[in-house]
């Protein structure tokens, strides 16, 4: 009989594994579906620009001549099918005359597209709010530190970025992806220097100071603590000095947590939720201490704190006035 | 003159008050953290965080020597329970309530074999051989939250063991209260806690 329960129990929770079992397969998206109407077209432009070497016919050698593609110049075809501009054809952007091979030199002066060519005043991106985003930019420390250098495409590929925060229900993908822009230049004193002279700090040495620094790092963007924030846009471009990075817990770690108006403003509702958790859009991906309070635990502590206070202070009163 | 028996050894005197200070700090840091606001800071942030931490690991080795101090002398069966511990702790209850009132003699006198009534010893057990070890292991968890069973919990992992964590936490400290407050029924309201400074114990 015992040994049946045992049985019994041990079949219970070997199923009960697989109900607890994470969903690990994600959902499969559209990308890997994705046909552009302009690839057959495109794929001229990739059997180039999608090589490290290029070929061509040298008419003064009377021979094919195999060349590298400068590394600015390559562009990887997945990535670009991956890519938010997927659907453009590449010369939408560059001058149709780059249909013609070997390039004219003259094409080499054409002027490049800035992001607000296309998405100012556009009705279609009004929810971006790009105008504001470009004006938060020029603010930014990249900006004013940099001038003209340093563009939309500096952090923004054309050819590669995509949204995450809005798309990716995996948050801590789209956490890599965002911080991954940063670290391209902030964790690679080739581009770094390419802006600066400045030697890049080590990223790891300059957070020592953060608690759990792997944890935060896989949690939250950089731009949670190194921007400021502006209700108007949904990410902050406003990029801060050094100097002006949060470096206070609190602000993150308490009821009214900044995460809220930056990492997790896609999700964020005023309402508790029923289970009672204040902020609990935080809780499908971690547990943020001093943002994720319980209401009812909250109640029921204070509830169970004051009843023990009250019993020991009236038993404490009896023992005076009996004088035992 | 009362009588006096000497209850509390050197190794479990140190280790209480050792113990008292670190429940203390982790306490205060605890609820500092939990209900941090940048307008009412009780300790800051980081602070607590760092002493939090290094409170957690050195109650880790605390209990290690507790542990072992019951397992390898005589103390250890003072948390042994006796036969008809729920009639027991009804007796030592009805005590606390009605009979120290009227001046009743205590059910379960405190004597070298028997240093805790029925009700010290189940609140003893509960604390030191459930709360403390849960605390202790989900405050490892969190400072280690690559040990997290993420595999088994999913994401909820770090968010159950925060709950736990937090739930034992206020245990001990409701334990706390009421332990230092029945530390006053002793032959003077001040005597049980000179018996843990020098460990002598005076009969009430």
């Known amino acids: 009989m015992k040994r049946n329960l045992y049985r019994i129990l041990g079949v219970f929770i070997f199923f009960s594994l697989f109900l607890f079992q994470p969903n690990y397969i994600l959902a499969q998206t559209d990308q890997t579906q994705r046909i552009a109407e302009y690839a057959e077209d495109n794929q001229l432009c990739f059997s180039c620009h999608g090589q490290a070497n290029y070929y061509y016919q040298n008419d003064w050698m009377g021979k094919k001549v195999k060349e ?12 670009y099918y991956q890519s938010n501009h997927w659907k453009f054809s590449c010369r939408d952007c560059h001058s149709a005359d780059y249909g013609e091979f070997p390039h004219s030199g003259q094409l080499r002066m054409e002027p490049k597209f800035a992001c607000l060519d296309c998405h100012a005043g556009d009705e279609q991106y009004a929810k971006f709010n790009f105008e504001q985003i470009e004006e938060d930019f020029h603010k930014s420390v990249h900006s004013s530190k ?9 952090c923004h590929n054309p050819h590669s970025y995509k949204i995450n925060a809005r798309t990716n229900e995996n948050m801590a993908d789209f956490i890599q992806y965002d911080n991954e822009i940063c670290l391209t230049c902030h964790a690679d004193i080739s581009k770094y220097q390419l802006l600066t002279t400045m030697e890049n700090p080590n990223v790891l040495v300059t957070h020592n100071w953060l608690p759990n620094q792997v944890l935060h790092f896989k949690k939250v963007r950089c731009i949670e603590c190194h921007t400021q924030i502006n209700d108007n846009t949904l990410v902050a471009h406003n990029v801060r000095p050094k100097e002006e990075a949060i470096k206070l817990c609190v602000v993150c770690h308490s009821k009214e947590s900044r995460l809220l108006a930056s990492l ?24 943020v201490i001093g943002a994720n309070r319980n209401y009812y635990l909250n109640v029921i502590s204070i509830g169970l704190f004051v009843l023990v206070f009250l019993g020991l202070c009236i ?10 | 003159m009362s009588e006096k028996i000497y209850l509390y050894p050197v190794w479990i005197r140190l280790w209480h008050w050792f113990n008292a200070i670190l429940c203390l700090l982790l306490i205060f840091t605890g ?3 939990q209900y941090s606001d940048p307008a009412l800071p009780l300790i800051r942030f980081d602070w607590s965080v760092s002493i939090h931490n290094i409170a957690g690991i050195i109650l880790v080795l605390s209990y290690i020597c507790f542990f072992l101090g019951n397992f390898l002398t005589p103390n250890g069966r003072q948390y042994f329970l006796r036969k008809g511990i729920v009639k027991n702790l009804i007796m030592q209850a009805r005590y606390y309530a009605f009979g120290i009132f009227k001046g009743e003699n205590p059910p379960f006198p405190i004597t070298k074999e028997h240093k805790f009534n029925p009700l010290q010893k189940f609140s003893y057990i509960f604390v030191m051989y459930v709360t403390i070890p849960l605390v202790v292991l989900t405050g490892i968890m969190i400072l280690y939250p690559e040990f997290l069973v993420i595999d088994f919990f999913g ?18 400290s409701l334990f706390l209260i009421v332990h230092i407050y029945f530390c006053t029924i002793g032959h003077t309201p001040l005597s049980n806690f000179k018996g843990m400074i020098n460990g002598y114990h005076e009969i009430h």
């Not at chain 1, 590298?68 to 990535?79: A, C, G, K, L």
């Not at chain 1, 001038?147 to 939309?152: H, M, R, V």
């Not at chain 1, 038993?315 to 035992?324: D, E, G, M, P, T």
Request: net charge negative.
């Open chain 1, 68 to 79: 590298r593609m400068n590394p600015y110049f390559i562009v990887d075809s997945v990535e």
């Open chain 2, 31 to 33: 609820i500092s953290m």
């Open chain 1, 264 to 287: 997790y403003k896609y999700q964020f509702t005023n309402e508790r939720s029923i289970t009672g958790f204040s902020n609990e859009a935080m809780l499908e991906e971690s547990y």
């Open chain 2, 155 to 172: 994401n909820k992992a770090l968010h159950i063991t925060h709950i736990i964590h937090v739930i034992m936490g206020f245990i001990v």
């Open chain 1, 315 to 324: 038993h404490a009163f009896l023992r005076i006035i009996i004088k035992h």
């Open chain 1, 146 to 154: 940099h001038s003209e250098d340093f563009t939309c495409w500096m």
